[in-house]
T-cell receptor
Framework: ETGVTQSPTHLIKTRGQQVTLRCSSQSGHNTVSWYQQALGQGPQFIFQYYREEENGRGNFPPRFSGLQFPNYSSELNVNALELDDSALYLC??????????????FGSGTRLTVV | TQLLEQSPQFLSIQEGENLTVYCNSSSVFSSLQWYRQEPGEGPVLLVTVVTGGEVKKLKRLTFQFGDARKDSSLHITAAQPGDTGLYLCAGDKNNAGNMLTFGGGTRLMVKP
């Protein structure tokens, strides 16, 4: 089975620009969550999508938005980029049937640098 | 303010030594997970603990969930250089699985 794949792996953007990050979930997983991991810190929950609808959101402003597609892949969009948005963005997928026992499968992340 | 506090933040030990990493909170979690993350990679799940007082073993790693489900520990016996990495605990507050709260991590270095 394939794992979670994220693209691109690295990205450099200018302050004020917009960015779209992509995630393909693991086969059989219908839930996708996005996390932001600043350098030297633990991941922070951004939001989760389940069956194409937002299913929980962390403490992030509305300029962070997302989508989930019928094939359960997902996008994270960030508008009006700020320097503090520089971080590793992680996508994690899970199945609603075994989430509690088996946790999440994380992708390798997209390293976003805002200059 | 982190809801989950991990200690120590950094740990550098010699191969063969034992160590314990702690994950503490004032909040109750329905389950708690431990992950290991290597540079340039995403976190990889090691274990999920659900029941208060639960102990799980994974080879040389022993995980314990506190009786009140507010804290957890990870003990590594006879550490090896391959154990080097960032260890993260993550709690699920409502068992809906839709939001994990991560600790700040413990960065472990095991020297040969």
């Amino acid at each position: 089975e394939t794992g979670v794949t994220q693209s691109p792996t690295h990205l450099i953007k200018t302050r004020g620009q917009q960015v779209t990050l992509r995630c393909s979930s693991q086969s059989g997983h219908n839930t996708v969550s996005w996390y932001q991991q600043a350098l030297g810190q633990g991941p922070q929950f951004i939001f989760q999508y389940y069956r194409e609808e937002e299913n929980g959101r962390g403490n992030f402003p509305p300029r962070f938005s997302g989508l989930q597609f019928p094939n359960y892949s997902s996008e994270l969009n960030v508008n009006a980029l700020e320097l503090d948005d520089s971080a590793l963005y992680l996508c994690a997928s899970s199945s609603d049937r075994d989430r509690g026992d088996y946790g999440y499968t994380f992708g390798s992340g997209t390293r976003l640098t805002v200059v | 303010t982190q809801l989950l506090e991990q200690s120590p933040q950094f740990l550098s030990i010699q191969e063969g030594e034992n160590l314990t990493v702690y994950c503490n909170s004032s909040s109750v979690f329905s389950s708690l997970q431990w992950y290991r993350q290597e540079p340039g990679e995403g976190p990889v799940l090691l274990v999920t603990v659900v029941t208060g007082g639960e102990v799980k073993k994974l080879k040389r790693l022993t995980f314990q969930f506190g009786d009140a489900r507010k804290d957890s520990s990870l003990h590594i016996t006879a550490a090896q250089p391959g154990d080097t990495g960032l260890y993260l605990c993550a709690g699920d507050k409502n068992n809906a699985g839709n939001m994990l709260t991560f600790g700040g991590g413990t960065r472990l270095m095991v020297k040969p």
